[in-house]
């Protein structure tokens, strides 16, 4: 997966680099995962549906490059891989949280839009 480049060129917004940073289809759901305290590979493949091994090793070596999470090997057989969130993946978290919120007002918002639309229509 490429790194997507910046909407304007010679100017760092830092808006668009932090959804670029978790822009993918799969981070938001690992965030979410590791947050609920799974760590092994093989746990995110059972919790997210749908995601392939390669995809989500791919999703993890962007997220291990932006300083979102951290690897830990340990030197054991069969060989056994964690992953833990940093500083600053917690403090995403944390964000996620609040847009997890604004999401439910929204929901709210265009439940109630959606019933005057269909009252005024009859």
Known sequence: MNKKTPAIQ???CPLEFA???ISG???IPILWQMNEGKKRPSEFLRGIMNVDRRV???QLKEMLEDGLI???NFNELPPRVEYTLTELGEELVKVLWQLNNW???LIEKKTIIKIQNSQALS
Do not use: Y
């Open 10 to 12: 010679n100017k760092v």
């Open 25 to 27: 289809k799969w981070k």
């Open 70 to 72: 951290k690897k830990q």
């Open 19 to 21: 959804v670029n940073t």
């Open 103 to 105: 999401g439910k007002l």
């Open 56 to 58: 989500l090793n791919q």
